[in-house]
Antibody
Framework: QVQLVQSGAEVKKPGASVKVSCKAS????????ISWVRQAPGQGLEWMGW????????NYAQKLQGRVTMTTDTSTSTAYMELRSLRSDDTAVYYC???????????WGQGTLVTVSS | SYVLTQPPSVSVAPGQTARITCGGN??????VHWYQQKPGQAPVLVVY???DRPSGIPERFSGSNSGNTATLTISRVEAGDEADYYC?????????????FGGGTKLTVL
């Protein structure tokens, strides 16, 4: 069965960076893209970006351009999301999700809470 | 960028029908997808491509899309359907392609 398992919770200070991992199993990793979606406390879902696991092409939300980098390691079927220059409003649960046919998210990771606090 | 508008809340009695709308400019020309999110859990896809259901999703969940409004319909609502629901589209109308979510609708089962 398809599974996306994310790394554990993180606490970071403002200005620091965080890197969250998402290990995929149960399907051919390079056949699908991965998107990252975040959710601030009590708020809705915010799409952050997409990466092709096939060739590494990326597409980032304009709001996060320059602060976010998404990568994949096909040898371990793992996707990564790094967010730099963290601010308090980056505090959120970060989800990875498999992208079906470039249009919707059919499987999601369990989420990773990132807390930014001094 | 493309905007999706959902009502913040919808309330319905058990056994009745809940309808959650998602408004967007000419949304009928796009494919709309719906997610259910219960507290403390990751979202779950409940409807894709306007009206298709993933395996394991009850037939009580259905969708439609026309003009400027897409609708998620939940028939014979149960207490376990209480959750937040989000619509989503893939927008390629600008130079920058985006996946866009609506603001979410909290479904309360009375």
């Amino acid at each position: 069965q398809v599974q996306l398992v994310q790394s554990g919770a993180e606490v970071k200070k403002p200005g620091a960076s965080v890197k969250v991992s998402c290990k995929a199993s149960g399907y051919t990793f390079t056949s699908y893209g991965i998107s990252w979606v975040r959710q601030a406390p009590g708020q809705g879902l915010e799409w952050m970006g997409w990466i092709s696991a096939y060739n590494g092409n990326t597409n980032y939300a304009q709001k996060l351009q320059g602060r976010v980098t998404m990568t994949t390691d096909t040898s371990t079927s793992t996707a990564y999301m790094e967010l730099r220059s963290l601010r308090s409003d980056d505090t959120a649960v970060y989800y990875c999700a498999r992208v079906y046919d470039r249009f919707y998210f059919d499987y999601w990771g369990q989420g990773t809470l990132v807390t930014v606090s001094s | 960028s493309y905007v999706l508008t959902q009502p913040p809340s919808v309330s319905v009695a058990p056994g009745q029908t809940a309808r959650i709308t998602c408004g967007g400019n000419n949304i009928g020309s796009k494919s709309v997808h719906w997610y259910q999110q219960k507290p403390g859990q990751a979202p779950v896809l409940v409807v894709y491509d306007d009206s298709d259901r993933p395996s394991g999703i009850p037939e009580r969940f259905s969708g439609s899309n026309s003009g400027n409004t897409a609708t998620l319909t939940i028939s014979r609502v149960e207490a376990g359907d209480e959750a937040d629901y989000y619509c989503q589209v893939w927008d390629s109308s600008s130079d920058h392609r985006n996946w866009v979510f609506g603001g979410g609708t909290k479904l309360t089962v009375l």
